[in-house]
């Protein structure tokens, strides 16, 4: 319960500062983290059998998350979505961990998922200051890559934000 508390208190953190100062694709990567961090929260299964077998619930969490991070590293003119999507990836190959051995103990499967979090919102911290670096240093912080102009609510050809 308590590193459920710490956690939170650290996602709404990574959050606030990510939405008072980060761009486009620091919003909406936290988004994805707090939503992900939510949905697998309700997805846990009951204390008794809690990570006893394969999580289902939060394996379809992780898998829908992992999309959503690819999605936004494919878009994003940033490097930091790269490696979310990277870390997410390890942490999804941890249910395949648990399949793949029924003898891993329960507290080690739930840590191969768990600890992945960590780092992650410390690349979504990382990619908000160094938003704000490129911002301070040339006024303007390309968020989209321009395959994706579309999203930057903007005519092609026109400035960055």
């Not at 929260?41 to 006893?52: D, E």
């Not at 959503?68 to 395949?96: C, D, K, N, S």
Request: aromatic share 12%; glycine share 10%; hydrophobic share 50%.
């Amino acid at each position: 319960m308590a590193e459920s508390i710490a956690y939170f208190s650290l996602l709404f953190g990574c959050w606030a500062y990510a939405l008072l100062r980060g761009g486009a694709p620091e919003k909406v990567g936290n988004s994805i983290m707090l939503v992900g961090s939510v949905l697998t929260v309700l997805a846990v299964s009951g204390p008794a059998t809690r990570f006893a077998s394969v999580e289902v619930g939060i394996f379809a969490v992780d898998a829908a998350t992992l999309v959503a991070f690819l999605i936004l590293a494919l878009r994003a003119e940033r490097i930091w979505p790269l490696w979310v999507t990277a870390l997410q990836g390890i942490g999804t190959a941890g249910h395949a961990l648990r399949l793949a051995d029924p003898s891993l103990i329960r507290w080690g499967y739930a840590f191969a998922l768990a600890f992945w979090s960590y780092p992650m919102l410390l690349l979504l911290v990382l990619g908000t200051w160094s938003h704000q670096r490129r911002l301070a240093r040339f006024g303007v912080d390309r968020s989209w890559s321009s395959s994706s102009d579309r999203w930057d609510r903007r005519p092609p050809g026109g400035p960055t934000v």
